[in-house]
């Protein structure tokens, strides 16, 4: 995922993960299978990790970005819910 531009860290990068600690593609739709919608509160398995960038010199200093979640509950699909995530644009 790209840093805003006012981010002045080199070297780095962040990645979104799933529950498993798997990557996370954005733009990408993904199901959430074990969405019940007899209960009041969702726990959505999503986590995020900075990680080293191999073809750039390392340097600190501030590693700013926003994502933005689309969230569609589609009775249609078996009340499956949906989410999508966008990096910067």
């Known amino acids: 995922m790209v840093f805003n531009t006012g981010s002045t860290a080199k070297g780095i990068g962040l990645q ?3 529950g ?3 990557p996370r593609k954005l733009d990408t739709v993904y ?3 074990d969405f ?8 959505i ?3 995020a990790a900075y990680y080293r ?3 750039e010199k390392l340097q ?4 700013n970005t926003e994502v933005t ?3 569609n509950y589609l009775q249609p699909i078996k009340d499956r819910l949906i989410s999508r995530a966008r990096g910067p644009a």
Do not use: D, I, W
């Open 60 to 63: 600190a200093g501030t590693a």
């Open 36 to 43: 019940n919608p007899s209960e009041t509160n969702f726990n």
């Open 16 to 18: 979104l993960m799933n």
């Open 20 to 22: 498993a600690g798997k």
């Open 69 to 71: 979640f689309t969230m």
């Open 53 to 55: 960038l191999t073809n």
């Open 31 to 33: 199901r959430l299978l």
């Open 45 to 47: 398995p999503l986590s």
